[in-house]
């Protein structure tokens, strides 16, 4: 046994959503994200079990030295439905308060941005934060995302209008590249 | 050599499951496909499944001239958190464009949601070369917020787009 926790990244079981509903629904969960107090544990279930289309679930579980199992962490990526924006996906990423910013958030967002780089070939990967985010946003500048966008009055937190940042990740160039059409440019 | 513009007749009222020919029309029409996130060989059923079936977070607005449909206008309202918002996309038949078409459904557009849904932040996306498109947006206050690189596919090519917002406090 080790004496340091192990993170594990993995795909959503079916009862997650007891482990991560309180995360989301947590005040560190409504600063950073964009869900309302007082929501029904049963549409988060929903939400969770039944995403719309396109939509991957990566959960991040730590073993304790206990021997203990901790869920605390998920990442949404939901790749763009229209067709002619099919090469972009959006990721959200909550974390427990014990973990915001520092090694599990990034060791998620690594594999993450791994789904998208190595397994679905995106060119353009999305994140919207609020605007004064700025551990969040040093954090994705080193795994090359660039902030494009200041979206004024972007949404409501705790009593107040907050603006957001609009943040864009281009699949490197180093990545393996899907087969070229022909006639390219 | 001038460009004879016609100041038009234009009524906007809420758009009809019955638009849905003259709506389709408007796809097909000029450069409309390359302008927007629309596909080529669209299918003509699923415009009318659309709007036979509005999803219920949609206003949709039309222009009329002389009893056909000639430009169209849609509002995506947001939930919860972000309930202040809408956003907002258009597209003018290829025959009529220049002619205070897009302004008068503009017009419609802003007063509906400032003055009647509360709405303080208009959003859009619109590709960085669509100066005409661009400089309608301006001209009802949309600012430039930010480049969205690669943001759509389009004949070949990913182009960039503006997002551009009009906020009142």
Excluded: C
Aim: proline content about 4%.
């Amino acid at each position: 046994m080790t004496d340091f926790p192990t993170l594990t990244l993995r795909g959503l079981r079916a009862d997650d959503w007891m482990a991560l509903q309180p995360i989301v629904a947590s005040e560190t969960g409504l600063h950073d994200a964009l869900d309302v107090p007082y929501a029904s544990e049963e549409a988060f279930r929903e939400r969770l079990t039944n995403p719309p289309a396109g939509t991957h679930t990566l959960v991040a579980e730590l073993m304790l030295p206990s021997g203990r199992e901790r869920v605390v962490g998920l990442a949404w990526l939901r790749v763009m439905v229209a067709p002619r924006r099919r090469h972009t996906a959006t990721l959200q990423i909550v974390v427990h308060a014990d973990y915001r910013a520092g090694e599990i958030e990034e060791a998620i967002l690594r594999a993450a941005l791994d789904l998208t780089d190595n397994w679905l070939a995106l060119r353009r990967v999305e994140m919207r934060l609020f605007a004064d985010d700025n551990a969040r946003a040093e954090m994705l500048a080193r795994h090359g995302f660039v902030q494009e966008a200041v979206m004024r009055r972007y949404a409501v937190r705790a009593g107040e209008v907050v603006d957001g940042w609009l943040l864009a990740r281009l699949r490197p160039v180093g990545a393996q590249a899907p087969a070229a059409g022909k006639g390219g440019a | 050599m001038t460009r004879k513009v016609t100041r038009l007749d234009i009524l906007v009222r809420g758009i009809e499951a019955d638009d849905w020919e003259d709506v389709a029309a408007i796809r097909e029409s000029g450069n409309v496909v390359f302008h927007t996130l629309q596909l080529p060989y669209f299918s003509r059923d699923k415009i009318r499944d659309r709007l036979e079936n509005p999803p219920a977070d949609m206003v949709g607005l039309v222009a009329v001239v002389g009893g056909i449909v000639v430009g169209q206008l849609g509002l995506h309202l947001y939930a919860g958190r972000r309930a202040h918002t809408a956003a907002l996309g258009m597209m003018v038949h290829g025959d009529y464009q220049h002619r205070g078409v897009g302004t008068a459904l503009m017009e419609a557009a802003v007063e509906l949601t400032e003055r009647w849904m509360g709405i303080t932040r208009l959003e859009l996306e619109v590709y960085t070369d669509n100066a005409p498109a661009i400089a309608l947006y301006k001209k009802f206050g949309f600012e430039v917020e930010g480049t969205l690189r690669e943001y759509a596919l389009r004949d070949g090519q990913y182009v960039d787009s503006y997002l551009m917002a009009r906020v009142r406090q």
